[in-house]
């Protein structure tokens, strides 16, 4: 009956040929494994479910076995769009399935090929007029950047103030080492690969996807399909999951709905939980009662719940360098969303200076115009990063704020010059505060590669955070859990 | 209706005779949580019909409904059991008074003195029950984690009476509106089940079904204007299913057999509960163009 399902419902997993029961098994947990690749987090049990869950449905049906499967295993909203875009994907005929391996490695010749073409072009344009550094600062590059979009560049007017701007770095001892010339120059390369891209999709030589490779061919073709299909997306969930700085301008607006939905949400949570109480505490009667069972029921020791917290108080400090500005309007939109119940919320920007940013804030106007007169009449957005002075005009002028009841959040990608130096100061604000939270939009697995944030982790509790979702998730367990 | 002979069609066919109008996607999944014994988590949208699922399988297995209704600072106490404080005080003075002598601590807290809650009384229960535990999403990560106990092994912990185990497993219908997301752990032991805010189909059927007294074409243009105006970008409220019903229940009210664009005007706060949202439906689509688009054939 299970092989039936295969042939006739068109339900023909790649490695399930002709088999029986275990090939159905091991085709639903070569699935299961893909869906985790795509972030869904199918445990064990879940597959046995899934199993099981096949033996009650009709499997000759494709639809039942779809709905059964994502009942079992995905969990939420967005898992269930992956899930459903997985599933079509992953199920289908075989000859199907050769086609479209056939194409993708067309397209994977032709790619590898043009990207070989434009890595020999980048190295030899860095290496130029002397710049023996130039093979180095490729490398430190592949930390910071994709590297498979990186490689797409071609030449245009972006590369051209690429390389004005590795020159200048060059001229600039203050600029060594080199990670930091790498860090600055992500803002011009950026702006060089997005035109190349484009350029790119339109002749259709590359596509815009990320690819995650696990070795097996069939499995990275669906993967490829699913992601490529994730990113056209634009609905709420879609945009909860999307890397901040990718959130298009006529995203915007559906962005500052749901950011003001979230921080509703966790404002109406952190009332609930932090009133402000003067006395002990309630009291607990049960713990009260077993007491006092010796005195003959008279309540002579009284036992209390402990006290609850009162509501914490912030001081942001927001890096709006070139890489950084983006994520910074989306993290100051939500932090501000909590005004009703954090008080007194302190804000700083910071590139090459600190600037104090909250009387702008303090105005009764939208949020979209205070930012807009914001990025307008300040100096910094879009310059290069030195947080160690930033950091050090915030010590000599604003150290009254710092208080055992402070949490200050920064948010940076931690790419600065003097970060031994900012590592300092920062140990020493640790000392005088009740936490600080970083909240870094490089991925986690480049952290190890960064001796710069490896020394930062020391003085400050570090996390991943480049989507609204991920945001929201940190700030929502931290604050509840002071 | 009887567990062991539920089919998926069966169980079909009694959520529509209970006016719980559906696709066969939601049924499969109630379905499979039934057959694998497994609670059922039910996340989607205020007033799309999550609370609803666990009424209608109460009805159809003619089980009792029994109900935890979820807030932030919801404990054990509440949820699971208490001591009778007052009882047990009472019965210490009363002991010390006719005897002299101390009471043993095993005879306070016995199930003379247990005050058993939603959960308990579920667990307890001889019978078949349904056991809704309502906006889960609401309570602390420290009472989630409670609930993997109830929800694994459907059995709960009481220190001075030991493990008390499940006499005949509940069916578990558990609801989130996404206030935050549920952890992994209690989303393990679930099988879970979206539902969307319904096709306009569907949503004509739902309204001839509770308010029959709207007819085919009214109903088809209150479902045409809510879907219009939930694709709205910019309204941050969307209305629900009931909101639905209680537009086309308002327009039968005032006497209009049609969703015109006065009616439309003299009514629209009844599906749309804030003055921004409001002003929101009316800068983006406009009474008029709602009217003329719900009445459009």
Sequence with gaps: MKNNFLKTVGMCPPCCGEGGLNNLIRGLVEFVHILRRLGIKASVAETKDAVDALSWVDIMDREEVKAALRAVLAKSRYDRKVFNLAFDAYFVPPEIRRQRLELRRKRLAAKGSALQECEDQLVRAIKEDDRDWGKEILNLLYLTVEENEKMSIRPGPAKKQFFETIDRMRENSSNDPLPQAAGNAESPLTRWRRQMLKQAVKIGAVPPVKTISTGVEEQDEVIETVTSSLGVDCDSDSILHKNMKKIVDSDLPRATLLIKKLSRR???????????????????????????????????????????????????????????????????????????????????????????????????????????????????WGMGTNLHASLVAFLEKHRRLLSPAVFVIIVSDAQTIQAYQAAGDLHEIRSR????????????????????????????????????????KVLSNQMLNV | MNLEDLTVDGLHRSFE?????????????VFLALKLGKPLLVEGAPGVGKTEIAKVLSRIFDAELIRLQCYEGLDENKALYEWNYQKQLLRIQLQKESSGCEIAERDLFSYEYLLERPLLKAIRSKQLVVLLIDEVDKVEDEFEAFLFEVLSDFQVSIPELGTIAAERIPLVVLTSNRERELSDGLKRRCVYLFIDYPTVEKEVRIIQVKAPEAGERLSREVAKAVSLIRASKGVGKKPSISESIDWARALVALGAGSLTQEAAEQTLNIVLKNKEDIDTVMREVGVKALAASAQKA
């Design chain 1, 266 to 380: 966790l404002a109406t949570r952190i009332s609930r939980r932090y009133s402000r109480k003067n006395k002990r505490g309630r009291l607990d009667i049960r713990r009260t009662i077993r007491r006092n069972t010796s005195y003959g029921g008279a309540l002579i020791d009284l036992k209390f719940q402990s006290r609850r917290k009162q509501k914490p108080r912030l001081v942001l400090i927001c890096d709006v360098s070139g890489s950084m500005a983006r994520y910074a309007v989306f993290v100051m939109q939500f932090i501000y969303g909590l005004s009703r119940v954090v008080k007194g919320i302190e804000s700083f920007v910071f590139s090459e200076e600190l600037e104090r940013v909250t009387p702008y804030f303090k105005k009764v106007e939208s949020f979209a115009r205070t930012m807009s007169s914001l990025m307008e009449k300040s100096d910094q």
């Design chain 1, 433 to 472: 505060v009740r936490d600080i939270i970083w909240l870094n939009t490089l991925p986690r697995e480049a952290w190890k590669h960064s001796p710069e944030i490896i020394e930062f982790q020391k003085y400050c509790r570090m996390f991943e955070c480049s989507t609204l979702d991920q945001l929201n």
């Design chain 2, 17 to 29: 005779e209970q006016g719980y109008i559906c696709e066969k996607e939601l049924v499969i999944t």
